[in-house]
């Protein structure tokens, strides 16, 4: 009775490990998915903003049109690096830095559209005029660094790239010289005209370097038709019959 209460309550605990279990792997996979929605989300929702802009920079005039553009500008050069720099990373593990420091820079672009996005809907225009051109050299310098990290990234893969080239081409040269190698060997082996050596002692050396290869159409030690449809034996047999001597008066 007390072996089968307890193995009851392993049955019961071994249920429950399974439950537990199966509760944080869908939570975990419920935050997954909420995580790629909201990236998603927000992807889609930075190109509609990005389309706004670009469209108030052609249809608004004055400082709306300035600022659409200061706040596209900055957003082209960032979403730009991070592309280079997250293409690259897979290849280039120190690219891992450089993604760290934009996102520090991605912080401060933030709070910058931010101010500008208020600086956008204010009503004075002197006001917008004191404020816009310190708003846009901080924004340039944003931008400066951020373009800086995607020329050096976009330097540096291009640096790797040609490396990589020039070594597999060397690699591909030895190999080539080590595929043509038989022609050195083949003119040792066979030697030259005048050489003492008589085409016997070639096919003798050629056969001692190895079983000389039947070739796929020089018929030699192939099947015959006959052999093939298995009509040899009886052609044998009706060759000897028609070899052997007739009997007759001529035999005596």
């Known amino acids: 009775m007390d072996v089968f209460g307890v193995m009851i309550g392993l049955v019961l605990l071994f249920g429950v490990a399974v439950m537990v279990l199966a509760v944080i792997g869908t939570v975990k996979a419920a935050k997954a998915v909420g995580a790629k929605i909201e990236k998603h989300e927000a992807t889609a929702r930075r190109a509609v903003e990005n389309v706004g802009l670009k ?81 846009r050299e901080r924004a340039e310098r944003i931008t400066h ?11 540096r893969m291009h640096r790797f790239a040609d490396d990589e080239l020039t070594r597999l081409s060397q690699e591909c040269e030895s190999e080539a010289g080590a595929l043509r190698h038989w022609d050195v060997a083949g003119d040792g082996a066979s030697g030259t005209p005048g050489a003492s050596g008589s085409s016997g002692s070639a096919g003798a050396s050629g ?19 006959e052999e093939l ?3 040899a034996d009886p052609l044998s047999k009706l060759a000897q019959r028609l070899r052997k001597p007739s009997a007759g008066p001529s035999a005596g």
């Open 55 to 135: 469209a108030k920079t052609y249809t608004k005039v004055g400082p709306p049109a300035q600022i659409a553009s200061v706040r596209l500008g900055l957003r082209t050069a960032l979403d730009g690096t991070r592309q280079v720099l997250e293409a690259g990373l897979a290849q280039d593990g120190q690219l891992g830095e450089s993604l760290a420091l934009l996102d520090r820079l991605d912080a401060h672009a933030a709070e910058l559209d931010g101010e500008l996005r208020i600086l956008e809907r204010e009503p004075d225009t002197a006001r917008i005029a004191a404020k816009l051109p310190d708003l």
């Open 145 to 155: 660094s951020a373009e800086s990290m995607r020329w050096a990234a976009q330097d």
């Open 207 to 225: 056969t001692a370097g190895g079983a000389a290869r039947a070739g796929l159409t020089d018929g030699k030690e192939r099947p015959s038709a």
């Open 229 to 231: 449809l298995g009509l």
